[in-house]
């Protein structure tokens, strides 16, 4: 154990050590922080204590405003790296407990940070790859009988989205004005989305990326993950159902998307892996892996609306839901020899599960608007109002501790007028 204080609620336990970029008001500077309990280590402070053989060589990039250098490193170094973390915080170890100006220099009290991107992200990619999710959309827009796209149980679909409107936890979003055509026997019109959703995803960050025309082949995938993070990837179904024949979301998907500002590393998940969906039929040998990737991550999603005076949870899901791994996302991605770079994000897609309370979209709790969310206090929602607050928290639950993401929150603001 740690000889910091972490409540056995707190996301952020001694086995979970996630990584972000934080500033204060007292040092605007940009700098990479762990977070425990309700601290943050700031390892810019403490760079000189990394003296393993990989990142002896390597202490620069522990004074960097972004993780990108670090998630290039790679993989021995991330392991070197959590290694030396834990020696330093634990209990039986007096470095860090017993130099009192140290500690007065290294650790900030996370209310006294703000949180920002914990990387440059060069590109995003958004898979599809809950088949609850993608059935439930497939029976509302074709019909039971064509739920599923033949591709789909093939191979993981996915597109490329928007890198430049990924935004950290508690960005406001902008409601998004475009094309729709709510009347199919009149021509379009232009205006504020009248259907704006949420969508409950989870996204990893590539660390060691793969040169152009080298895939990754899916032995290597794990080395290539360097961790995960919540999001939110905000969606105008109305602007969206207008546009995507014949190439796919456009501007329903790239207006916003938030991220949660902690980015839990993958040996943190570990512990929690769960045997993967059984996939039928069998993919082809380049998406196939053995080992258990997919995780056991409690999932929430909550809507608080103006003058609500608290939440209320419209949604309980699990990141275990997945049908494809993200072994096979990445395998798929490159294995036409596209290249991937440190700090590039890819995205599970919406999180939906078999039960309507682990639906992953208001698109699926209000079943394509047919009927109302009840979000408590007399009112309830098919989509999103002007004014309301969406929070997606996860964490996996340990013995007596938490591996947890911390805050994925965004507030709609009103569209522009035009």
Sequence with gaps: MSF??????????????????????????????????????????????????????????????????????????????????????????????????????????????????????????????????????????????????????????????????????GTPIRRPSGQMRPDQTKPPVFGPSKQLDIELEMAFFVGGGNRLGEPIPIEKAHEHIFGMVLMN???????????????????????????????VPMEALLPFAESNSIQDPEPLPYLQHQDAYTFNINLFVSLKGQGMAESATICKSNFKYMYWTMKQQLAHHTVNGCNVRPGDLLASGTISGPDPESFGSMLELSWRGSKSVDVGGGENRTFLKDGDEVTITGYCEGDGHRVGFGACMGTILPALQH
Aim: zero cysteines; a negative charge; proline letters at 5%.
């Design 233 to 263: 990837d905000w969606s105008a179904r109305d602007i969206q159902a207008w546009e995507y024949v014949p190439l796919g979301p456009f501007l329903g998907k790239n207006f916003g998307t938030t991220i949660s500002p902690w980015v």
């Design 4 to 169: 910091i204080k972490v409540d056995a609620t707190s996301d952020f336990s001694y086995h979970n050590l996630p990584y972000g970029i934080f500033s204060t008001s007292d040092n605007p500077k940009h700098r990479i922080g762990v977070a425990i309990g309700d601290q943050i280590l700031d390892l810019s402070m403490i760079l000189s204590l990394f003296r393993g053989p990989v990142m002896s060589k390597h202490q620069d990039v522990f004074d960097q405003p972004t993780l990108n250098a670090f998630m290039a490193v790679g993989y021995e170094g991330w392991r070197e790296t959590r290694r030396t973390l834990q020696v330093l915080l634990s209990s039986n170890e007096s470095t860090l407990r017993d130099d009192v100006s140290l500690r007065s220099r290294a650790f900030v009290h996370q209310s006294a940070a703000t949180m920002h991107l914990p990387a440059d992200i060069g590109d995003y990619t958004d898979f599809y790859s809950s088949k609850d999710h993608a059935t439930n959309v497939g029976i509302m827009f074709r019909g039971k009988e064509n739920a599923l796209m033949p591709n789909w149980l093939r191979l993981p679909v996915g597109y490329h989205g928007r890198a430049s409107s990924v935004v950290v936890s």
